[in-house]
């Protein structure tokens, strides 16, 4: 466990059992907590300074989410994912990707595309600094003004939601910084459709970005999953 990583942030309106399931959910999604990794409640309890209660509860809470697993004579442990998984997600979010940029080409404003022209700018200064949070930050930026462009509320729900479950394994291929060209060309091109309102080949460009994610996320994923 990363614990120079892993605190809470109090809040006065919540109970300690949702900071403590908000702070753990946090640690999952960001890959402070590995896939696999053990969730000892003493451990975590002396870490964040709480009793076992809260962390139980918040632990039984992330086993709804399916973020966490409770293994028999193990106790529970951070879920891992198979293959499969990915791809059935990554499957999903190609269509709705797809939708999103052929939806911003026909609706982004003024103000998007230039919103889209600094977030692509951005992300290629991003992959300079190699700080793995920031560039990860900062593709997640890139693709919220693409989606955010399509201007419609129940796709951004149904993305965000699928974006969350894959968080944690982008991480590890934007680490490769192999990768990091060859994504700063796709953003590029997806920019440029879709300021220039041109459907088909800004889709075209958003599938390919999506199935290169999903080779680079398997290959460097390799020995974590299933």
């Not at 451990?43 to 809260?54: E, I, Q």
């Not at 028999?72 to 059935?88: L, N, T």
């Not at 990091?180 to 459709?193: N, Q, S, V």
């Amino acid at each position: 466990m990363d614990e120079l990583k892993l605190q809470m942030n109090m809040d006065e309106y919540l109970p300690l059992r949702d900071v403590v399931f908000n702070t753990l959910r946090q640690g999952i999604l960001t890959g402070v907590l590995k896939p696999g990794e053990r969730l000892m409640e003493i451990h975590l309890a002396d870490r964040l300074g709480v009793s076992r209660t809260p962390i139980r509860e918040a632990i039984r809470m992330l086993e709804l989410e399916g973020l966490v697993t409770m293994i028999p004579r193990r106790g529970a442990e951070v879920a891992r994912i198979s293959r499969q998984d990915i791809r059935d997600v990554l499957e999903v979010r190609l269509a709705l990707d797809s939708l999103a940029t052929k939806l911003a080409c026909k609706r982004i404003t003024a103000e998007q595309k230039e919103e889209l022209r600094i977030a692509q700018k951005a992300f290629e200064d991003a992959t300079r600094t190699g700080d793995v949070t920031n560039i990860a930050q900062a593709d997640v930026r890139f693709h919220d003004v693409i989606l955010a462009s399509s201007h419609n509320k129940r796709l951004v729900q149904m993305v965000n939601n699928l974006a969350e479950r894959i968080y944690r394994y982008r991480l590890e291929y934007i680490k490769d910084a192999a990768n990091h060209a060859r994504l700063i060309e796709e953003h590029a091109k997806i920019t440029d459709c879709v300021i220039k309102g041109d459907e088909g080949s800004a889709c075209i460009a958003a599938e390919i970005h999506i199935v290169n994610q999903e080779n680079d996320m398997l290959k460097s994923l390799e020995l974590q999953i299933e």
